[in-house]
């Protein structure tokens, strides 16, 4: 496969520089679709699992949702703030608290529900339709071979 | 292809979520092979493009390495402190500044150049030969077709 490349020759071969790239590129889409909302993707991923499996403690939703405890003890305070997650103490373990949606955070998350899917949507539709369907199990395969990984806040600047 | 997901079902369908992880995941290998460096990904590409492209001014290096021009100026602030980059004003207008690599920045790159590389070729290892080049090949075709998105600076949290 031939293709006219704007980007530079050595960054362009490098896959950690285009997995920033596209990382971007998704951000800017769901910034775009979902501005009227006031949520990032990973406050989104946040909802969604809170919403799938409600009652995890703060640790197993960090871990579902691929970030490391503190940003997700961060994130979970601020959406119980907007009133959209609620944390109740564990009955086991007052120290362990236990995460679950709001009827309101229910409610924003269905609203966001298409313009999401479009942000997502688009982040692969310059691929025909099979080659999209092979790209994502491409990167599933990734993602759960190196599930491990990166989990630790990191240094971005 | 059929693959056991330890990823939440929800959220592994969602190309912006398993592209937001892949790049956490780069980021820890990066960081993993690069520690003795001090030097992050988005640094090292600016360092690589400095010195493919000497005397590019920073608005043409911020679209060559993908970041907006606030962030760019940042970063090549910190690296010409750290004696990595030299910034000269254009002779056809001063306000501009032209961005190379000093010889530290030179050596420093050269030293960095397999430690990176392992970073890169960890980031895709778990893929099969002919499917890596195939991820590759897909990953470079959507950022080429969406090259002009994500360059704003993007709430993150």
Do not use: W
């Amino acid at each position: 496969m031939t293709i006219e490349l704007d980007i530079a020759g050595a960054l362009a071969e490098r896959p950690g520089f285009l997995i920033r790239r596209m990382h971007q590129i998704h951000l800017a889409l769901f910034a775009e679709e979902c501005a009227a909302f006031d949520i990032t993707p990973v406050q989104y991923s946040i909802m969604t699992v809170a919403d799938s499996q409600p009652g995890l403690d703060q640790a197993q939703l960090a871990y579902e949702v691929g970030v490391d405890r503190a940003t997700l003890a961060n994130v979970v305070a601020r959406l119980e703030t907007k009133g959209l997650l609620r944390r109740r103490p564990s009955v086991s373990d007052k120290r362990v608290k236990l995460v679950s949606l709001s009827s309101r955070g229910a409610a924003l998350l269905e609203k966001m529900l298409l313009p999401v899917q479009r942000a997502h949507d688009r982040t692969i539709a310059a691929l025909p339709p099979k080659d999209r369907e092979t790209f994502m199990a491409l990167l599933m395969r990734l993602v759960n071979a190196e599930n491990d990984y990166g989990r630790a806040p990191l240094k971005l600047g």
